[in-house]
Nanobody, 122 residues
Framework: QVQLVESGGGLVQAGGSLRLSCTAS????????MCWYRQALGNQRELVVA???????KYTDSVKGRFTISRDNAKNASALQMNSLKPEDTAVYYC????????????????WGQGTQVTVSS
């Protein structure tokens, strides 16, 4: 069984930065995609960015130029560097993992972390 753990969330002032980390444990093989989602209170989950075994994919427009994803394939880990944070970035951020072809086809990820809260004050 694969488990994902997010960390790095917290309270930050607008314009500040946070770095979220995601560590996966368990048996992982083959090509995968790790995706960061976020869900603000009262809103639906939003895909922030995805990164595959071979590199990053398209960022959602709302974070493009401000957020950067990275992945360490050997360590089954991902990080989301968030700069120039805005109050509208406030949400619970989730790290997910799934088989690459299924995830990129829009079929969802197999494993989800518990989420980490990011709060951006004005």
């Amino acid at each position: 069984q694969v488990q994902l753990v997010e960390s790095g969330g917290g309270l930050v002032q607008a314009g500040g930065s946070l770095r979220l980390s995601c560590t996966a444990s368990g048996s992982i093989c083959g090509s995968t995609a790790m995706c960061w989602y976020r869900q603000a209170l009262g809103n639906q989950r939003e895909l922030v960015v995805a990164i595959t075994t071979f590199g990053p994919t398209k960022y959602t427009d709302s974070v493009k130029g401000r957020f950067t994803i990275s992945r360490d394939n050997a360590k089954n880990a991902s990080a989301l560097q968030m700069n120039s944070l805005k109050p509208e970035d406030t949400a619970v951020y989730y790290c997910t993992l799934g088989e690459m072809s299924q995830v990129m086809a829009g079929h969802g990820a197999s494993y989800w972390g518990q989420g980490t809260q990011v709060t951006v004050s004005s």
